[in-house]
C-alpha cells in the first residue's frame, strides 16, 4: 500500500508528504500499521550512521507481525513495538524529553496516529512545520464532537454517532492540530430525527 | 452623555429590544444593493458622533445585560474563553487598551487611577470597583484578558504574530456566528478562515493578512461582517447548535419583523505594544427585520442584498432554506426606487 | 491606510559617544508626557531634516521597553553610507526636536520559546537590549552570545556582563575569540528559538550552521536592515500622480517618490516588510531588487518593486503610483 492522495479539501484540512531522510542530531520515528512501509521505504536511501541515531515507536494495530520483524532487523538505536497508541503515549513523552534542537521527528501511518504524536512533538518545542508526515493505511478519522468534546476514534462513515453522546454527527473536513481530529457537528440539529443514510467514505 | 442600561435577555423569552436611539445607530453594513466578500477595511479612527464607529470600544445600552449573558454561557462551558500560556502578556496589554480607552472616553461610565502599577478601576455599571497591580495575575480574579472581556461588550480574539501569520492563541467568545473558540484556539489565519467559501480562490485572505500583519500601534483598522439569526441570541454558538438550530424552523412570514435578525459585526484591529500581538475584538449588534425596515433605504437594499446573494453565502451564512420567505416578506418594503451610497439613513 | 506610521514629537535629551565609533541617543517626548510602550526587538524610524533633504533611518529601541519616560537608541558611524549615521553624530544636539516613528517590531520574540538564544555582532547588540529587559521582567530564559571587534569597540558589552551574570558570553575578535556555534546549536533543549542581529556574514552563517544541523526555519530568527544601496541616477514614470520622478545616485526610490510629493507607504525602509510594494506598469531595463520581501519568481516577473531598497537601470520604468 503506497502513500494515500486525498481529495484537494480546505486549508484546516493537513497535507501530508513523502518521509525522507534529514540531517540532524537524532531521528525519532513514529509509526503505527502500514506506517512501517513508509519507514521501510526510507531506509533504502539512508547513509549506514542512520540508525543507530534513531528511535523506532512502532504500533502494529491490525498488521500483526506483519512489518514489526523487518523493523527491527533495520538496527535503530533504540526500536519499540507496542500495542496502542495510548500505552506508548508516556514513553513518547520521555523520548522527547531527550532529544535537542536538530531532531528530526517522521510521523506515518494512519491520522489518527499523526496528528496525536504530532501534538507531543509540538507540545515540546517542534514547530509543526518541521515535522515530515507520510500517510499510509487507513483512511478513518479521529473525530471530535463539537457538543461534548468527546473523540471517536475510526470513524469510517457520515454521519457517525458520537461515542460519547450517542448524538449523530456530519463529518466536517474543519480539523484542529491541538486536538487532533476533525469536527464533527449534529447532522440533524435544524430538523431533529431527521438523519441521512450513513455512506461509508473512509476505509 | 448617559446612557440608559436595557434589562433584557438574549435566550429563553428573549426580551432583547433595540431603543429607538439604537435603531438609528445600528451600523447596517451594506453601502450598495448587493454584496460581496472583499478586503473592506479602513482606519478605525472616530467618525461620526453619536454612532458606534465614534468610540474605541462602543458601550451602549445592552451593555449590562450582555455581560449577564456573558456570564452564563461561561459558567455553562468555560472552554469560551482560553489562553495559551505566552499569550498572558497580550492579556495584559488588552486590560490597558481597554481600561485607558474606556476611562477616556466613557468618564462618567469608568475611571482608572494609577499609581505606578497599581491601578484602580471602577466599571460603574456593572458596580466593580477593583485595585490591581498591573502585570501581576495574582491580584486579579480573573487571568487579564478573561477580567476585562467579562467587562467588554463583543468576542475577543488574540493573535500572537510570528512566521509571517497570525495564530489564534487566545479568545473570549461567546456571541459567536457559528464557530468554535475551543476548536480554532491555535490555527493560524488560513486554517481558521478554512471553511469560509469563495474569499480564499478570490485571493481576499491573503491580502488582509498581508494588511493586518502590518498594523501599526496606534493605528487601529476596522471592518463589518455580517449574518442572519433567528431570535436576538447572541450566543449561536457550533457547541450549542443542537438548540438553537430548530429555531431556525420557527420562522414563518407572520413572524418574521419580530423573529428573524440581522446580525452585523464591528471588527476592529490593534497591534498590542508589550507583546507585539493583534487584538481583534467582534462586536456583535442585532436588529429585527421590523425596526430595520423602519429606515425605508435599508429596507429597500437589504431585500436587494439577500435576494441576489450568492448562493454559498447564502449557505455558508445558514440561512438557504428561509430565504424564500425572508426574500418574500422584505420584498414589501421595497418599492423599486434607487437607494443612495453610504450606509446611512437617509436625511429626512 | 495613508503611508507610515504614527508620529511621535520628541526632544533628544542625551548625546552620549560610547565608543570611537557609536553614540547613544535618549528621546523624551516633547512637551512632557508618555511615550508608547513597545516590545522587545522594535525599532523607531528617525526622520532627519538635512538640509533640502529628509532623511529616514530605522534604529532599534534598546532601553527597558517598560520605561515610557524615554527612549534610546545606538548609532555606529558609517563614513561609507548615504550620510543618515553622519547626521546623527554630527548635527543632533541636546535639546533639539526631533520626528520619530511609533515603534515597529519586525524583530519580536517568540514568546512560546522554552529558551531564547541570541546571537549579536557589533552594532547588531541593540535590539537585545531591550529584549532581555523584558524577558528578564518575565522570568523568560535567555542567553547572550555577543561578539565584538575588540573590548574598547565593546559596545555595552561591560554592563550587560554586570546586569545578567551568567547570561552573557563576550567574543574578542582581535583575541581571535569566536562563537563556537556548531557546540552551541548541538545542545539546545526542544523549544529553543535563536535569534540573530549583526553583520549580513554573521546571519547567513547562523541561517546556514543551523539550517545543516537540522534545525526547523521558524526555530532561527534574524534581524537586517538594509541600508538603501546607492546606484545609477535613473527616472521614473508615475502612472497614478501622472509624474516623473528622477532618482539620485544616493537617494533610494521610496524618498524620490517622497520628494515629489507622491504617498508612497513604508514601514521598515529596509525590504523586511512589504508596506511599500508597489506594481509596475511597464519597463524596459533592469530591476536591482535588494529586499527580503518579494519571492525569486516575484522578481523574476518583473511586475513589482520595493521602493524603499532597490533600484532601475534602464530606458522606462512606470509605476503604479
Ligand atoms: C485577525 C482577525 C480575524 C479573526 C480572528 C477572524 C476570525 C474568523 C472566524 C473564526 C470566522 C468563521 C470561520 C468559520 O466558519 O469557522 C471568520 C469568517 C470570515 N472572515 Fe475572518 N477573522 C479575522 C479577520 C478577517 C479579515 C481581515 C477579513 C477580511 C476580508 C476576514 C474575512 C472573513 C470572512 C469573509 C468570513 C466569512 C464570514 C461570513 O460570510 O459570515 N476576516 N473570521
Ligand atoms: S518599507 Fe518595508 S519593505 Fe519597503
Same mark, same amino acid.
Given at each position: 500500500?503506497?502513500?494515500?492522495?486525498?481529495?484537494?479539501?480546505?486549508?484546516?484540512?493537513?497535507?501530508?508528504?513523502?518521509?525522507?531522510?534529514?540531517?540532524?542530531?537524532?531521528?525519532?520515528?513514529?509509526?503505527?500499521?502500514?506506517?512501517?512501509?513508509?519507514?521501510?521505504?526510507?531506509?533504502?536511501?539512508?547513509?549506514?550512521?542512520?540508525?543507530?541515531?534513531?528511535?523506532?515507536?512502532?504500533?502494529?494495530?491490525?498488521?500483526?507481525?506483519?512489518?514489526?520483524?523487518?523493523?527491527?532487523?533495520?538496527?535503530?538505536?533504540?526500536?519499540?513495538?507496542?500495542?496502542?497508541?495510548?500505552?506508548?503515549?508516556?514513553?513518547?513523552?520521555?523520548?522527547?524529553?531527550?532529544?535537542?534542537?536538530?531532531?528530526?521527528?517522521?510521523?506515518?501511518?494512519?491520522?489518527?496516529?499523526?496528528?496525536?504524536?504530532?501534538?507531543?512533538?509540538?507540545?515540546?518545542?517542534?514547530?509543526?512545520?518541521?515535522?515530515?508526515?507520510?500517510?499510509?493505511?487507513?483512511?478513518?478519522?479521529?473525530?471530535?464532537?463539537?457538543?461534548?468534546?468527546?473523540?471517536?476514534?475510526?470513524?469510517?462513515?457520515?454521519?457517525?454517532?458520537?461515542?460519547?453522546?450517542?448524538?449523530?454527527?456530519?463529518?466536517?473536513?474543519?480539523?484542529?492540530?491541538?486536538?487532533?481530529?476533525?469536527?464533527?457537528?449534529?447532522?440533524?440539529?435544524?430538523?431533529?430525527?431527521?438523519?441521512?443514510?450513513?455512506?461509508?467514505?473512509?476505509? | 452623555?448617559?446612557?440608559?442600561?436595557?434589562?433584557?435577555?438574549?435566550?429563553?423569552?428573549?426580551?432583547?429590544?433595540?431603543?429607538?436611539?439604537?435603531?438609528?445607530?445600528?451600523?447596517?453594513?451594506?453601502?450598495?444593493?448587493?454584496?460581496?466578500?472583499?478586503?473592506?477595511?479602513?482606519?478605525?479612527?472616530?467618525?461620526?458622533?453619536?454612532?458606534?464607529?465614534?468610540?474605541?470600544?462602543?458601550?451602549?445600552?445592552?451593555?449590562?445585560?450582555?455581560?449577564?449573558?456573558?456570564?452564563?454561557?461561561?459558567?455553562?462551558?468555560?472552554?469560551?474563553?482560553?489562553?495559551?500560556?505566552?499569550?498572558?502578556?497580550?492579556?495584559?496589554?488588552?486590560?490597558?487598551?481597554?481600561?485607558?480607552?474606556?476611562?477616556?472616553?466613557?468618564?462618567?461610565?469608568?475611571?482608572?487611577?494609577?499609581?505606578?502599577?497599581?491601578?484602580?478601576?471602577?466599571?460603574?455599571?456593572?458596580?466593580?470597583?477593583?485595585?490591581?497591580?498591573?502585570?501581576?495575575?495574582?491580584?486579579?480574579?480573573?487571568?487579564?484578558?478573561?477580567?476585562?472581556?467579562?467587562?467588554?461588550?463583543?468576542?475577543?480574539?488574540?493573535?500572537?504574530?510570528?512566521?509571517?501569520?497570525?495564530?489564534?492563541?487566545?479568545?473570549?467568545?461567546?456571541?459567536?456566528?457559528?464557530?468554535?473558540?475551543?476548536?480554532?484556539?491555535?490555527?493560524?489565519?488560513?486554517?481558521?478562515?478554512?471553511?469560509?467559501?469563495?474569499?480564499?480562490?478570490?485571493?481576499?485572505?491573503?491580502?488582509?493578512?498581508?494588511?493586518?500583519?502590518?498594523?501599526?500601534?496606534?493605528?487601529?483598522?476596522?471592518?463589518?461582517?455580517?449574518?442572519?439569526?433567528?431570535?436576538?441570541?447572541?450566543?449561536?454558538?457550533?457547541?450549542?447548535?443542537?438548540?438553537?438550530?430548530?429555531?431556525?424552523?420557527?420562522?414563518?412570514?407572520?413572524?418574521?419583523?419580530?423573529?428573524?435578525?440581522?446580525?452585523?459585526?464591528?471588527?476592529?484591529?490593534?497591534?498590542?505594544?508589550?507583546?507585539?500581538?493583534?487584538?481583534?475584538?467582534?462586536?456583535?449588534?442585532?436588529?429585527?427585520?421590523?425596526?430595520?425596515?423602519?429606515?425605508?433605504?435599508?429596507?429597500?437594499?437589504?431585500?436587494?442584498?439577500?435576494?441576489?446573494?450568492?448562493?454559498?453565502?447564502?449557505?455558508?451564512?445558514?440561512?438557504?432554506?428561509?430565504?424564500?420567505?425572508?426574500?418574500?416578506?422584505?420584498?414589501?418594503?421595497?418599492?423599486?426606487?434607487?437607494?443612495?451610497?453610504?450606509?446611512?439613513?437617509?436625511?429626512? | 491606510?495613508?503611508?507610515?506610521?504614527?508620529?511621535?514629537?520628541?526632544?533628544?535629551?542625551?548625546?552620549?559617544?560610547?565608543?570611537?565609533?557609536?553614540?547613544?541617543?535618549?528621546?523624551?517626548?516633547?512637551?512632557?508626557?508618555?511615550?508608547?510602550?513597545?516590545?522587545?526587538?522594535?525599532?523607531?524610524?528617525?526622520?532627519?531634516?538635512?538640509?533640502?533633504?529628509?532623511?529616514?533611518?530605522?534604529?532599534?529601541?534598546?532601553?527597558?521597553?517598560?520605561?515610557?519616560?524615554? =527612549?534610546?537608541?545606538?548609532?555606529?558611524?558609517?563614513?561609507?553610507?548615504?550620510?543618515?549615521?553622519?547626521?546623527?553624530?554630527?548635527?543632533?544636539?541636546?535639546?533639539?526636536?526631533?520626528?520619530?516613528?511609533?515603534?515597529?517590531?519586525?524583530?519580536?520574540?517568540?514568546?512560546?520559546?522554552?529558551?531564547?538564544?541570541?546571537?549579536?555582532?557589533?552594532?547588531?547588540?541593540?535590539?537585545?537590549?531591550?529584549?532581555?529587559?523584558?524577558?528578564?521582567?518575565?522570568?523568560?530564559?535567555?542567553?547572550?552570545? =555577543?561578539?565584538?571587534?575588540?573590548?574598547?569597540?565593546?559596545?555595552?558589552?561591560?554592563?550587560?556582563?554586570?546586569?545578567?551574570?551568567?547570561?552573557?558570553?563576550?567574543?574578542?575578535?582581535?583575541?581571535?575569540?569566536?562563537?563556537?556555534?556548531?557546540?552551541?546549536?548541538?545542545?539546545?533543549?526542544?523549544?529553543?528559538?535563536?535569534?540573530?542581529?549583526?553583520?549580513?556574514?554573521?546571519?547567513?552563517?547562523?541561517?546556514?550552521?543551523?539550517?545543516?544541523?537540522?534545525?526547523?526555519?521558524?526555530?532561527?530568527?534574524?534581524?537586517?536592515?538594509?541600508?538603501?544601496?546607492?546606484?545609477?541616477?535613473?527616472?521614473?514614470?508615475?502612472?497614478?500622480?501622472?509624474?516623473?520622478?528622477?532618482?539620485?545616485?544616493?537617494?533610494?526610490?521610496?524618498?524620490?517618490?517622497?520628494?515629489?510629493?507622491?504617498?508612497?507607504?513604508?514601514?521598515?525602509?529596509?525590504?523586511?516588510?512589504?508596506?511599500?510594494?508597489?506594481?509596475?506598469?511597464?519597463?524596459?531595463?533592469?530591476?536591482?531588487? =535588494?529586499?527580503?520581501?518579494?519571492?525569486?519568481?516575484?522578481?523574476?516577473?518583473?511586475?513589482?518593486?520595493?521602493?524603499?531598497?532597490?533600484?532601475?537601470?534602464?530606458?522606462?520604468?512606470?509605476?503604479?503610483?
Amino acid at each position: 500500500m503506497s502513500k494515500t492522495e486525498f481529495p484537494p479539501s480546505i486549508k484546516s484540512r493537513p497535507v501530508y508528504g513523502e518521509l525522507e531522510p534529514r540531517a540532524g542530531s537524532g531521528h525519532l520515528m513514529i509509526a503505527d500499521a502500514e506506517g512501517a512501509e513508509a519507514i521501510l521505504g526510507l531506509a533504502k536511501s539512508v547513509d549506514p550512521g542512520f540508525w543507530a541515531k534513531t528511535h523506532i515507536i512502532y504500533i502494529p494495530k491490525k498488521t500483526g507481525t506483519k512489518y514489526s520483524s523487518q523493523l527491527e532487523q533495520l538496527g535503530a538505536g533504540q526500536y519499540y513495538c507496542g500495542p496502542s497508541y495510548e500505552a506508548a503515549q508516556s514513553r513518547i513523552r520521555r523520548a522527547l524529553q531527550n532529544c535537542h534542537m536538530g531532531t528530526q521527528v517522521y510521523l506515518t501511518g494512519t491520522e489518527s496516529l499523526m496528528g496525536q504524536a504530532m501534538h507531543e512533538a509540538v507540545t515540546a518545542g517542534i514547530p509543526h512545520t518541521a515535522i515530515q508526515t507520510e500517510h499510509r493505511g487507513s483512511t478513518a478519522r479521529r473525530m471530535q464532537c463539537v457538543h461534548c468534546k468527546g473523540i471517536t476514534e475510526d470513524v469510517t462513515t457520515d454521519p457517525f454517532e458520537c461515542s460519547h453522546c450517542g448524538l449523530s454527527l456530519f463529518v466536517r473536513d474543519h480539523y484542529s492540530r491541538r486536538i487532533a481530529a476533525f469536527q464533527g457537528v449534529r447532522v440533524d440539529a435544524e430538523d431533529p430525527g431527521n438523519i441521512p443514510e450513513k455512506v461509508e467514505l473512509f476505509k | 452623555m448617559t446612557i440608559q442600561f436595557n434589562d433584557e435577555t438574549f435566550r429563553g423569552d428573549f426580551t432583547f429590544r433595540n431603543s429607538e436611539w439604537a435603531i438609528k445607530r445600528f451600523p447596517f453594513p451594506f453601502h450598495e444593493d448587493s454584496y460581496m466578500y472583499s478586503v473592506n477595511m479602513e482606519p478605525h479612527t472616530s467618525y461620526r458622533p453619536g454612532s458606534v464607529f465614534e468610540r474605541t470600544f462602543d458601550v451602549d445600552e445592552h451593555y449590562v445585560s450582555e455581560m449577564k449573558d456573558r456570564a452564563q454561557v461561561l459558567a455553562d462551558d468555560p472552554l469560551r474563553c482560553q489562553s495559551l500560556p505566552h499569550m498572558t502578556l497580550a492579556g495584559w496589554d488588552l486590560v490597558e487598551l481597554i481600561m485607558e480607552a474606556k476611562a477616556r472616553e466613557y468618564p462618567d461610565l469608568f475611571e482608572l487611577h494609577k499609581n505606578g502599577n497599581r491601578w484602580r478601576w471602577v466599571n460603574k455599571p456593572l458596580g466593580i470597583d477593583d485595585t490591581f497591580t498591573f502585570l501581576d495575575e495574582s491580584t486579579l480574579p480573573y487571568g487579564p484578558m478573561e477580567y476585562i472581556t467579562r467587562q467588554t461588550q463583543g468576542d475577543f480574539a488574540l493573535l500572537d504574530q510570528r512566521d509571517d501569520n497570525l495564530w489564534m492563541d487566545a479568545g473570549m467568545v461567546t456571541t459567536q456566528a457559528d464557530w468554535s473558540l475551543d476548536f480554532d484556539i491555535g490555527m493560524n489565519f488560513f486554517e481558521w478562515h478554512a471553511p469560509v467559501p469563495k474569499a480564499h480562490e478570490m485571493g481576499i485572505f491573503v491580502r488582509a493578512l498581508k494588511f493586518l500583519l502590518n498594523i501599526q500601534q496606534g493605528q487601529p483598522a476596522r471592518r463589518l461582517n455580517w449574518t442572519m439569526t433567528v431570535n436576538p441570541l447572541l450566543d449561536t454558538s457550533p457547541e450549542n447548535y443542537h438548540k438553537w438550530g430548530e429555531m431556525k424552523q420557527d420562522l414563518t412570514l407572520e413572524n418574521m419583523g419580530s423573529k428573524q435578525h440581522l446580525r452585523v459585526e464591528l471588527q476592529t484591529f490593534f497591534r498590542l505594544p508589550r507583546s507585539n500581538a493583534l487584538v481583534f475584538p467582534i462586536r456583535c449588534y442585532l436588529i429585527s427585520f421590523g425596526d430595520l425596515v423602519t429606515v425605508p433605504k435599508w429596507g429597500r437594499r437589504l431585500h436587494r442584498v439577500i435576494r441576489d446573494l450568492p448562493e454559498e453565502l447564502a449557505t455558508y451564512k445558514g440561512f438557504i432554506d428561509n430565504r424564500p420567505m425572508m426574500v418574500e416578506w422584505l420584498s414589501q418594503y421595497d418599492d423599486g426606487s434607487p437607494t443612495s451610497d453610504g450606509i446611512w439613513p437617509d436625511d429626512d | 491606510m495613508s503611508a507610515g506610521t504614527a508620529k511621535l514629537n520628541v526632544t533628544v535629551a542625551e548625546v552620549k559617544p560610547i565608543n570611537d565609533l557609536v553614540t547613544r541617543f535618549k528621546f523624551v517626548r516633547t512637551g512632557g508626557g508618555d511615550l508608547p510602550t513597545f516590545s522587545g526587538g522594535a525599532h523607531t524610524v528617525v526622520e532627519m531634516q538635512d538640509g533640502d533633504i529628509t532623511r529616514l533611518n530605522a534604529y532599534s529601541l534598546m532601553s527597558n521597553p517598560a520605561d515610557r519616560g524615554a =527612549y534610546t537608541i545606538s548609532v555606529r558611524r558609517d563614513d561609507q553610507g548615504r550620510g543618515g549615521s553622519k547626521f546623527m553624530h554630527t548635527r543632533v544636539i541636546e535639546g533639539m526636536e526631533m520626528v520619530i516613528s511609533n515603534p515597529v517590531n519586525l524583530f519580536s520574540l517568540d514568546l512560546r520559546a522554552k529558551k531564547h538564544l541570541m546571537l549579536a555582532g557589533g552594532i547588531g547588540i541593540t535590539p537585545f537590549m531591550a529584549q532581555m529587559h523584558q524577558l528578564s521582567m518575565m522570568d523568560g530564559h535567555f542567553e547572550l552570545h =555577543y561578539s565584538v571587534r575588540t573590548a574598547s569597540l565593546g559596545t555595552y558589552a561591560k554592563e550587560l556582563s554586570e546586569r545578567y551574570p551568567g547570561k552573557v558570553h563576550i567574543y574578542h575578535d582581535d583575541q581571535n575569540e569566536a562563537i563556537d556555534l556548531k557546540t552551541l546549536l548541538a545542545n539546545q533543549p526542544l523549544g529553543t528559538h535563536v535569534y540573530v542581529c549583526g553583520p549580513k556574514g554573521m546571519i547567513e552563517w547562523v541561517h546556514g550552521t543551523a539550517e545543516a544541523m537540522g534545525w526547523p526555519r521558524e526555530a532561527v530568527h534574524s534581524e537586517e536592515f538594509l541600508a538603501p544601496a546607492s546606484g545609477k541616477p535613473f527616472e521614473v514614470k508615475c502612472a497614478v500622480s501622472n509624474k516623473i520622478v528622477q532618482v539620485g545616485e544616493h537617494q533610494s526610490l521610496l524618498e524620490a517618490l517622497e520628494a515629489a510629493g507622491i504617498d508612497a507607504p513604508y514601514l521598515c525602509r529596509g525590504g523586511a516588510c512589504g508596506q511599500c510594494e508597489t506594481n509596475v506598469i511597464g519597463y524596459d531595463g533592469k530591476f536591482l531588487h =535588494y529586499d527580503h520581501w518579494l519571492t525569486d519568481e516575484q522578481k523574476a516577473g518583473g511586475k513589482h518593486i520595493m521602493p524603499c531598497v532597490s533600484r532601475f537601470e534602464g530606458k522606462t520604468l512606470v509605476l503604479d503610483r
